[in-house]
């Protein structure tokens, strides 16, 4: 495989925060140890409860949020040892980001074509006459009438809304796109639209996607390979294809279970116990509270991440993972 377009490399986030005590200072352990490449024309999902630390993730991918430790890399360049000028324009026009509901991430007084103008405008791309050729370029591309050019966001449905959104991302023609939970604001009719649009736009222009979402199913058709998230750490990796039939971790596994289908009679799996909290995250497994495989070990240290014989790109951190007998351990080292 090519060298990745972006790479994150034991990336931290932590946030201090008012605590429970007078003139306390609590932290909050967003994300931690985060271990995750892209590469172009590929689409990473990541799926996991709300608060496991998603969102974090692409904020801090876009560069919107500065880890605490930990390096990223953007085409072989620590994004944050740049200068502020060169993060700007040689990482800023080279990642587009959609965000969850457009309602909120449009202003609602300027225009279409005036929202799909500005990142030129801002970046300086092109002269007038160029800048108005990419608008109706743009709106061609994400299939929105030309008389929607006048209109407000508040005068167009949801799913035109998200189209105006997916444009202007891509205005810049960037290299990485990043989509949290791009369609959970939509109706379900419109849904498959917009899912089918930028799975057409990722062939297009051989995008390096990440592609946040807390349905399972959708992530496992919209990605090459799935990350699973739990309290704020990456705790399986696997191929698209290798899901459901090769799920390692229970916490993946009790994700699938939860999820209703027509085709087989599927028993969930009831996770007893409330999410732990980030401020005071459990010792060693952050998963070992609620997880029915859990063991005193569990409780000792975090788990190394375990690759799989008939999958050596299939990564989960679990000491007690399904099916462990096909288990190779950390580095490579047969058990």
């Known amino acids: 495989m090519t060298e990745p377009v972006l790479k994150l490399s034991d990336v931290h986030v932590q946030h201090r925060i008012n605590g429970s ?15 995750l490449s892209l590469h172009a024309g590929e689409t990473v999902g990541v799926v996991g409860e709300s608060g ?15 880890p605490t430790m930990g390096e990223i890399s953007f085409r072989g360049r620590s994004l944050w040892a740049m200068t ?15 965000f969850q509901d457009p309602s909120t991430a449009l202003n609602r007084r300027m225009a279409v074509s005036d929202i799909l103008r500005d990142p030129l405008v801002v970046h300086k791309v ?10 109706r370029e743009l709106m061609d591309l994400v299939g929105l009438p030309t008389s929607a050019a006048d209109a407000l966001p508040t005068q167009l449905s949801g799913g035109q809304r998200q189209r105006v959104a997916i444009a202007r991302a891509l205005a810049l023609g960037p290299a990485v796109l990043v989509a949290d939970e791009p369609t959970s604001a939509l109706d379900v009719s419109v849904r498959a639209q917009i899912l089918n649009l930028l799975l057409d736009l990722k062939k297009e222009f051989n ?6 979402s807390h349905d399972i199913q959708t992530v496992r058709r919209m990605s090459d390979r799935m990350v ?33 289908s027509l085709i087989e009679d599927i028993e969930p799996i009831t996770l007893d116990g409330p999410v ?8 060693g497994c952050p998963f070992r509270t609620r997880c029915w495989r859990a063991t005193e070990a569990c409780a000792v ?35």
């Open 301 to 335: 240290e975090m788990p190394p991440a375990v690759r799989f014989l008939e999958i050596p790109t299939h990564t989960a951190r679990c000491f007690h993972p399904l099916d462990v007998g096909e288990a190779l351990v950390g580095s490579g080292a047969a058990v």
């Open 276 to 283: 732990p909290s980030a401020v005071r995250p459990p010792s």
């Open 21 to 35: 005590k007078l003139l306390q200072k609590d932290t909050v352990y967003a994300l931690t140890g985060a271990d």
């Open 126 to 135: 092109g002269d007038t006459a160029s800048r108005e050729a990419r608008v």
């Open 52 to 66: 496991c630390g998603k969102s974090t993730l692409a904020k801090t991918i876009v560069g919107l949020q500065k």
């Open 84 to 98: 502020n000028a060169e993060r700007r324009t040689e990482f800023g026009r080279n990642v587009g980001m959609i």
């Open 207 to 212: 995008l390096a996607m990440l592609f946040i």
């Open 228 to 260: 699973t998230m739990y309290l704020g750490r990456i705790v399986e990796e696997a191929p698209a294809e290798a899901v459901p039939g090769s799920v390692r971790h229970p916490y993946t596994e009790a994700l699938l279970s939860a999820t209703p």
